[in-house]
């Protein structure tokens, strides 16, 4: 049974690459030239016909199959992934380009275009440097971006918008850059300042929370005890993530809240919580609102907008 199971993962592997595909027809070519001498030395007439040409005719068949559709495919698939370097996407006629969403879209469709991501550093409205990134989203291209600028080493503040404020680029502006400040807001700082966030009891934040004791209480009075660490990898970055897992307790104060603590489906609800998140969080909103923040950051968009306005407007870059 064991020798079985082996055999048919070891199969299923062979079939997921071309390399794997071509060992594949090999062998099946290898049984067809076996089954034709084995044929070769049976009599002319079988009663019943012969159970080798059956076999030979089915194996001939499969090879056609494979070397005619399986392997072409596959070898089509294995360039495509190779291209996509991590994308979701690519140009067939700019391998290089990625597909992403305009912000001049005329005919308000969503449209998605062949585009580059404009990356540039600045200083006083002068370009220090750029370049260009096949990612559509801002987050991805702080790292790459830092690690190539050959300035950097004169500078001590890095500020960019909210669209590079990410749990990894946090971690990575600590780890490989603490000699520098950075002034970078996460994606929902600005509506976390509302009132109407503040103010809303659906919002974990705005629980009540034990810290001796370990569990929040949300808007109804619901308990939500610890239950257990749970730790997920980021596909995009490969960024190992830790959550502390509370959930409802079976049992409430009332029947009610025994009711309320459960999903539509039945089940206890769960809330998660990252103490890594929350802490770069609460040190970028502590930078970011004191009065050295507030200016540094404020000064960004006389800084940087000019040049993009540059682009546009005077070099008509669209």
């Not at 006629?93 to 998605?112: I, P, R, S, V, Y």
């Not at 034990?210 to 980021?234: A, I, M, T």
């Amino acid at each position: 049974m064991i020798a079985k199971e082996v055999v048919k993962v070891m199969a299923k592997e062979k079939v997921q690459t071309s390399q794997g595909l071509t060992e594949l027809a090999q062998e099946t070519e290898t049984k067809i030239e076996q089954l034709t001498k084995e044929i070769e030395q049976e009599p002319k007439a079988i009663p019943g016909g012969s159970p080798r040409k059956a076999r030979r005719r089915s194996l001939k068949k499969y090879l056609h199959r494979l070397e005619k559709d399986y392997l072409p495919r596959i070898k089509k698939y294995e360039q495509a992934q190779a291209l996509f370097a991590g994308r979701n996407s690519y140009s067939k006629t700019d391998h290089d380009a990625t597909f992403m969403h305009m912000k001049e879209d005329h005919m308000k469709n969503g449209q998605l275009k062949p585009d580059y991501n404009i990356q540039t550093a600045t200083t006083n409205q002068y370009v220090v440097d750029f370049a260009l990134y096949p990612n559509p989203t801002d987050f991805k291209t702080l790292e790459p971006f830092l690690k190539q600028l050959p300035t950097l080493d004169n500078f001590d503040k890095i500020v960019a918008d909210a669209g590079y404020g990410s749990e990894y680029n946090y971690s990575m502006l600590e780890d490989k850059y603490s000699d520098k400040e950075y002034f970078i807001p996460y994606t929902m700082y600005e509506k976390e300042q509302s009132r109407k966030y503040r103010k809303d009891p659906t919002k974990l934040t705005n629980w009540f929370y034990d810290e001796k004791d370990d569990y929040y209480l949300d808007q109804n009075g619901v308990r939500f005890n610890f239950k257990y660490y749970s730790r997920r990898k980021e596909r995009s970055t490969g960024q190992v993530r830790d959550f502390k897992v509370y959930e409802a307790d079976e049992f409430q104060a009332t029947p009610e809240l025994e009711q309320l603590a459960k999903t539509k489906g039945g089940r206890q609800r769960q809330v998660r919580y990252n103490p890594n998140w929350q802490y770069l969080k609460e040190k970028a909103k502590e930078v970011l609102q004191s009065p050295t923040g507030r200016h540094i950051y404020g000064m960004r968009k006389y800084d940087v907008e000019p040049v993009f306005g540059h682009l546009k407007n005077v070099f008509v870059m669209r």
